[in-house]
């Protein structure tokens, strides 16, 4: 994939590499996304891509799951067990300019971005590698050349972040993407920013990630009227798609970021899905009707990935087998390199990011 | 001789004419000009880059987070102080922290100009100071102009700051008139609009004006008093005001904000901290702890002024000639 072509300051800490006016000076976000099904012609191997982002998504998770049980991840991580589809189809949707804005349950976002899962990993093991640096941890992570503008700790942040980069996208092309949960629906940040980018036209794309609960809460009761009434009040294109489908995410996505992009305004998608994990830290695990997980692991995106492309292309099989054991050995390492990197050094890292007084005036 | 809001006018004329980055938008900024008439003319002058936006504070602070990311320079105007409430999510948790959370990926140029302060009989809710509540955000600049050249030179540095700024009007001061200036001037630096020996008396926006107007009093009964205007409060200019009252050994720090809290004892704090030799008073002249009133005798009463201040200096040099005997 080629350069976005606009400027995007990646520094180390210093305001000198933030870009100048001109934009000279400036490196480039974005990356080639060498597992990203677009830049795969055969579609029968696009879809077993896609499988491979899904299967990555979920093992990272597992992964994090297991070092945050043994206190080796730190605080509060947010799993999205269960609502891969979601990141993977919409992720896998976006093109060069575009930017995306995800939650504290961000990790599937992140990956399904292209973000190193290393990186990622020793963020939250709190290490010098991490994306950022260890300063971040698991709900805040940015990562500017994957296009990832931040993961939000806010309920709405994320919708927020959107709207703003849109601002700025319309003018230079491009389409900004909005990840959040049915509990957002509820903030103030949406109903704000979605009449606001509907006034001025602005190419976002909102996806609503339905898992059906705000933390232990069910969204029904919390939220009056239904989700898609809230844009449809305001003349956004809305439409529900299948959350665990990832082929029928992509294809909402596909359309959304088409009409996003040719001007059409802000548009909204609302995936429904289902969270297998926990909410995190101190959820009482008592609020799902019985059945319930039983019932959405039948339809476990995963599941649905491996069932159509065993029935669409029936030759696969040995290579679902062997993405599931390059994938199982790329966690491993990541596992390995994630471990075994530096905890940052405190006397040389407190007082970097103090506000200077002789800086950031050009 | 301009005044305050043809400054910050022309600065935002200049910012936006030099860079296309830059945007403005706000309540009421582009047709009408702004509530307090600071904009006005700019949407002729710079036509969709100047835009109106509905009454939503979070939408707006967290849309010029997101241009600020996303590579622009915006300018948002909140119409008054007290809405800044709406706005610290955006400022507070995402803007400050970015520089830092990214690792030094970016930081989020945005500057938040807003209208502050007392005394234009506009009650509890319109008539605030955010400046305390935001003191302690690391990763947050605050500018507080007094005079006409100021305002316009640091609103041209606040829009160049990789930084996000908090940028604070004084109602009262629109009018005010001065020389003209919108040459950048550096964020962090304070000024000394008057000197003296006797005492330094530090303030920013209304407090300095009055500073000199009490001090101009003092004079005539041989009291001496430096005034300092801090100019930016976040980060203050520790070495000036440091020089100063080791010149002088006195300080007396005057804010219209209330007293618990404040920026003034921040200032008291760190001067007592340096150790300097001989100091022999520290005074804050402050607003009550209690919600601003409506009515004008009490609005009167409340604020610090002239008066009081110069009331305050003659207390703190009395306190120090009764502790001689």
Request: charged letters at 20%.
């Amino acid at each position: 994939m080629g350069s976005p072509g606009y400027e995007f300051a990646v520094g180390g800490g210093s305001k000198s590499a933030m870009p100048s006016v001109s934009g000279q000076d400036a490196q480039t976000i974005g990356e080639a996304r060498t597992w990203a099904p677009q830049t795969v012609e055969d579609p029968r191997k696009a879809d077993l891509e896609l499988y491979r982002a899904l299967k990555r998504i979920r093992s990272f998770e597992e992964l994090t799951r297991s070092l945050f049980q043994r206190g080796e991840v730190f605080g509060s991580v947010h799993l999205c067990i269960g609502q891969e589809a979601v990141s993977v189809g919409v992720c896998t949707a976006i093109e060069p300019p575009d930017l995306v804005a995800a939650t504290y349950r961000g990790h599937g976002h992140a990956l399904a971005l292209g973000v190193d899962p290393a990186g990622l990993l020793a963020e939250m093991m709190g290490k010098t590698t991490g994306t950022c640096g260890g300063r971040a941890g698991s709900m805040n992570v940015i990562d500017l050349r994957h296009r990832l503008i931040g993961c939000f700790g806010i309920v709405g942040g994320s919708i927020a972040a959107a709207t703003g980069a849109a601002l700025a996208l319309r003018r230079k092309g491009g389409v900004a993407v909005a990840f959040f949960g049915d509990g957002a629906m509820n903030q103030g940040y949406s109903y704000e920013c979605l009449n606001l980018a509907k006034v001025q036209s602005l190419p976002v794309v909102y996806v609503c990630e339905n898992n059906q609960y705000g933390e232990f809460t069910p969204y029904q009761a919390v939220t009056a009227g239904s989700i898609l009434g809230r844009p449809a009040s305001l003349d956004i294109p809305a439409r529900q798609v299948d959350g665990n489908d990832v082929w029928a995410v992509r294809s909402a996505a596909v359309e959304a970021l088409e009409a996003a992009r040719k001007g059409d305004g802000p548009q909204f998608i609302e995936a429904m899905t289902y969270r297998f994990s926990d909410h995190g830290r101190g959820d009482p695990v008592r609020y799902r009707a019985p059945g319930e997980m039983e019932a959405w692991k039948a339809r476990d995106p995963l599941l649905i990935a491996r069932q159509w492309i065993t029935r669409s292309h029936p030759e696969s099989d040995t290579e679902l087998f062997e993405i599931d054991a390059a994938v199982a050995a790329e966690i491993e390492e990541v596992r390995i390199a994630a471990a075994a990197a530096p905890p940052p050094d405190p006397a040389a890292r407190i007082g970097e990011f103090s506000v200077p007084l002789d800086e950031g005036l050009r | 001789m301009i005044d305050f809001r043809t400054a910050i006018r022309d600065a935002l004329d200049q910012e936006l004419a030099r860079d296309d980055q830059v945007v403005l938008f706000g309540e009421d900024v582009a047709f009408a000009g702004g509530v307090f008439q600071a904009t006005a003319g700019l949407l002729e002058r710079h036509g969709d880059r100047v835009f109106d936006t509905p009454i939503s504070e979070l939408a707006l602070a967290g849309a010029a987070f997101g241009a600020a990311v996303a590579g622009m320079r915006p300018v948002v105007e909140i119409m008054f102080g007290d809405f800044m409430t709406l706005v610290m999510d955006s400022l507070v948790n995402q803007a400050a922290k970015y520089w830092s959370l990214s690792n030094g990926q970016r930081s989020v140029p945005m500057v938040v100009r807003t209208t502050v302060g007392a005394g234009g009989r506009f009650g509890a809710i319109h008539s605030q100071n955010p400046a305390n509540w935001l003191m302690s955000v690391p990763g947050l600049k605050l500018v507080a102009p007094a005079f006409p050249k100021d305002a316009g030179g640091l609103l041209v540095s606040s829009i160049r700051d990789d930084d996000p700024v908090l940028f604070l009007e004084h109602k009262r001061l629109y009018s005010v008139k001065g020389e003209r200036s919108i040459e950048p001037a550096p964020l962090g630096k304070a000024s000394i609009v008057k000197e003296g020996g006797d005492l330094t008396l530090v303030s920013v926006m209304v407090g300095v004006h009055h500073g000199l107007a009490a001090a101009e009093s003092l004079r005539e009964e041989g009291i001496g008093v430096e005034v300092v205007d801090l100019r930016t409060l976040r980060p203050w200019d520790v070495d000036t005001v440091l020089a100063s009252v080791d010149k002088t050994k006195r300080l007396v720090v005057v804010d219209e904000g209330p007293r618990t809290g404040g920026w003034p004892a921040d200032v008291l704090a760190t001067v007592a901290e340096a150790d300097l030799s001989g100091i022999v008073t520290m005074r804050r002249v402050t607003a009550p702890d209690e919600p601003l009133p409506y009515s004008p005798p009490l609005e009167d009463a409340f604020l610090p002024n002239p008066t009081t201040i110069a009331e305050a200096v003659r207390e703190a040099l009395g306190a120090e000639a009764r502790s001689a005997r």
